[in-house]
């Protein structure tokens, strides 16, 4: 088979070495995802959301990678019926691609969207999440799927924060960062700026602060449309952001917990204005 050909039943497999593989390897790294404007997507449930983006037009799936495993069928043929390349790879070289310790076998290129926080804001959402500097992918990726199911209309990074396309983030995010808008700005200052232009209360969530998530929840607060605003997993948000913000409130902790990780409180917080927000 040369590469650059559809793989088909009994052609010979790409290898770790063959072009399109080394190319793809590159996305692992965040300066290969910029440069080449695209990032990788592992798995079945990742993967099924992705081709379902590309068939809406709201994503291009640029190529499909797969083992030839009988469960992988399905996805094979969905991409070429989108018109997707695909190509049978290696056991091995499905590995190279893959930032897990027991590769799935199944991997997307996909375009990197390059949606902007005006654009992310523009449907003027009523919820939305904003990640100051944090810094570990994983808790990136749970919050964009707790935003996911709360209903939110947008994700945005904000600072010197992690990849939300990274490989680890990608998969925590389970195929929901295909469902709303992802933005990023370097300036934590116009990001927020950006949601006060849109209409939302800016709040923040800081474990010392004086008024607690009940208290919003009983005084109406909490209906109102919010941006909620989440620091980093060490250092939690900083004074210059905190002083930009409508208010700050902490999760009450009614056990002998001593905090909540960053994912969970963002899902604690996220939920209670999803909820006021729909009564």
């Known amino acids: 088979m040369t590469e650059g050909t559809s793989s088909r039943p009994g052609t010979t497999p790409l290898t770790e070495r063959s072009s399109r593989v080394v190319v793809a390897r590159k996305l ?138 990274g490989g680890k983030a990608v998969r925590a995010s389970t195929g929901s960062l295909f469902h709303l808008p992802i933005a990023r700005d370097r300036s934590a200052g116009a990001v927020l700026d950006a949601c006060r232009d849109a209409g939302l209360r800016l709040v923040g969530a800081d474990g010392r602060a004086p008024a607690d998530l009940d208290a919003a929840a009983d005084d109406g607060s909490l209906a109102r449309p919010t941006a909620w605003v989440f620091g980093s997993e060490a250092h939690g948000l900083p004074e210059e952001v905190a002083s930009r913000l409508d208010t700050t409130l902490r999760v009450p902790l009614h056990g002998r917990a001593e905090s909540l990780n960053l994912a969970t409180a963002a899902a604690v917080c996220l939920y209670a204005s999803a909820r006021a927000q729909r009564r």
């Open 28 to 165: 692992t790294r965040r300066a290969g995802r910029e440069k080449a404007g695209a990032f990788l997507v592992e798995g079945a449930q990742a993967v099924g959301e992705a081709l379902a983006a590309h068939g809406t037009g709201a994503l291009r799936v640029r190529e499909l990678f797969h083992t030839g495993a009988d469960r992988q069928a399905e996805f094979a043929a969905a991409a070429r019926s989108g018109g997707v390349p695909v190509h049978q790879v290696t056991e091995r070289a499905a590995a190279s691609l893959s930032e897990t310790v027991t590769p799935q076998g199944l991997v997307a290129v996909c375009d990197l969207p390059a949606t902007s926080v005006a654009d992310a804001l523009a449907a003027r959402p009523r919820l939305v999440a904003v990640l100051v500097g944090i810094s570990d992918p994983g808790n990136a990726g749970t919050v964009v799927r707790v935003s996911d199911a709360a209903g939110a209309g947008a994700v945005l990074f904000a600072g010197d924060a992690v990849d939300a396309y």
